[in-house]
């Protein structure tokens, strides 16, 4: 499934790719970049929250923050849990 992940604060960018490992609490998150040979790896999650009407998490990893984003609307994240 097709995300965006922008780190909260300030410079920061936003990383657009496939999601390859869902976001879990005690695991990283794993986003692949269009050119399949690069990734973006977070620290370990420490909690998930969700917005319930959207596609829209929040994660907090043990050094940062994240806004996740996804765009395919049909593969949500269901299983995403939150601590």
Known sequence: MQ???RKLGRGSRAVTG???????K???VVIE???GMHEYVTTPVKRVLRLAPKDVFYIETVNSRYRL????PESALEDASSG
């Open 3 to 5: 995300v965006v992940l």
């Open 18 to 24: 496939r999601l390859v490992r869902a976001p879990r």
């Open 26 to 28: 005690g695991s990283v």
């Open 33 to 35: 970049f269009s050119d």
């Open 69 to 72: 984003e996804v765009r395919d």
